[in-house]
């Protein structure tokens, strides 16, 4: 799986944390959601941690399922 890339937070004086990415909010964050997150991306890979939070982690994968012949029309695949 290649690298998620873009990706940074802000965390607030409120305590919200809003994740971004480029420049679009992509999550964001109260509470105790919120501690979780800033314990997870202190403690791993930060632009993974992210990615795997906001739901950009699967990107990437969709032409090779697309390819799968589970997936072909035309129902399941001959055995």
């Known amino acids: 799986m290649g ?19 480029g420049t679009r909010k992509a999550a964001t964050l109260r509470g105790p959601r919120a501690d979780e997150f800033l314990d997870a991306v ?4 930060p632009q993974l941690v992210m990615a795997r939070w906001t739901g950009n982690y699967r990107r990437g994968n ?3 399922a697309k390819q799968h ?11």
Do not use: I
């Not at 202190?42 to 890979?45: A, C, F, K, N, V």
């Not at 012949?69 to 055995?79: E, F, L, M, V, Y």
């Open 42 to 45: 202190t403690s791993e890979d």
């Open 3 to 21: 690298d998620a890339t873009g990706f940074r937070y802000e965390q607030r004086s409120d305590g919200t944390v809003v994740v971004l990415h």
């Open 62 to 64: 969709e032409r090779t």
């Open 69 to 79: 012949p589970r997936n072909r029309a035309g129902g399941r695949p001959s055995r």
